[in-house]
T-cell receptor, first 112, second 111 residues
Framework: NAGVTQTPKFQVLKTGQSMTLQCAQD?????MSWYRQDPGMGLRLIHY???????DQGEVPNGYNVSRSTTEDFPLRLLSAAPSQTSVYFC???????????FGPGTRLTVL | KQEVTQIPAALSVPEGENLVLNCSFT??????LQWFRQDPGKGLTSLLL?????REQTSGRLNASLDKSSGRSTLYIAASQPGDSATYLC??????????FGTGTRLTVIP
């Protein structure tokens, strides 16, 4: 039982490049979410999903896309990377919102 | 919009000391409050979850309290150990599929 896994752990992109951050969970939790963590700021919600086929925007969704084709996977796509997207990205899973959320180890992204 | 503040931003204490971390929030219409621990380069680990109808939760040496009317929560750590050194985050759930996080308190326990 690995919990929540994220790949890659580190990534460097050039402005304008696209990429997908992977998130997978083996707990069969319906609720998954993506947060970004920036220095001096709390974690902020990017997108979330309450089940396969259902996604919605969080507080800072611009520049990111998500999809949820299975319960297990919730990838985050950067369409055209910008330096402002330099951050640490965390994926979380939980039975539902309001219950303990389990976080992945994070992906540190640098956009040059 | 919910604003969450954690003071102090950093705290150093000698091993064995009892300590209190503070979390304040502006909107008392919360669903729950969670305390997380974050180790450098690692993800978040949930420590305690308090539902809005509860006043406190305890787990081992940790005790978290919630006072919605004053917009405050505290995390009490008894008999601190060097292994407790980490950043502690509080997060408020509003029932709208969003957790509002504070910026954290970085705790160092000195042996």
């Amino acid at each position: 039982n690995a919990g929540v896994t994220q790949t890659p752990k580190f990534q460097v992109l050039k402005t304008g490049q696209s990429m997908t951050l992977q998130c997978a969970q083996d707990m069969n939790h319906e609720y998954m979410s993506w947060y970004r963590q920036d220095p001096g700021m709390g974690l902020r919600l990017i997108h979330y999903s309450v089940g396969a086929g259902i996604t919605d925007q969080g507080e800072v969704p611009n520049g990111y896309n998500v999809s949820r084709s299975t319960t297990e996977d919730f990838p985050l796509r950067l369409l055209s990377a910008a330096p402002s997207q330099t951050s640490v990205y965390f994926c979380a899973a939980g039975l539902r919102e309001g219950i303990t959320q389990y976080f992945g180890p994070g992906t540190r992204l640098t956009v040059l | 919009k919910q604003e969450v503040t954690q003071i102090p931003a950093a705290l150093s204490v000698p091993e064995g000391e009892n300590l209190v971390l503070n979390c304040s929030f502006t909107d008392s219409a919360i669903y729950n409050l969670q305390w997380f621990r974050q180790d450098p380069g690692k993800g978040l680990t949930s420590l305690l979850l308090i539902q809005s109808s509860q006043r406190e939760q305890t787990s081992g040496r940790l005790n978290a309290s919630l006072d919605k009317s004053s917009g405050r929560s505290t995390l009490y750590i008894a008999a601190s150990q060097p292994g407790d050194s980490a950043t502690y985050l509080c997060a408020l759930g509003t029932g709208a599929n969003n957790l509002f996080f504070g910026t954290g308190t970085r705790l160092t326990v000195i042996p």
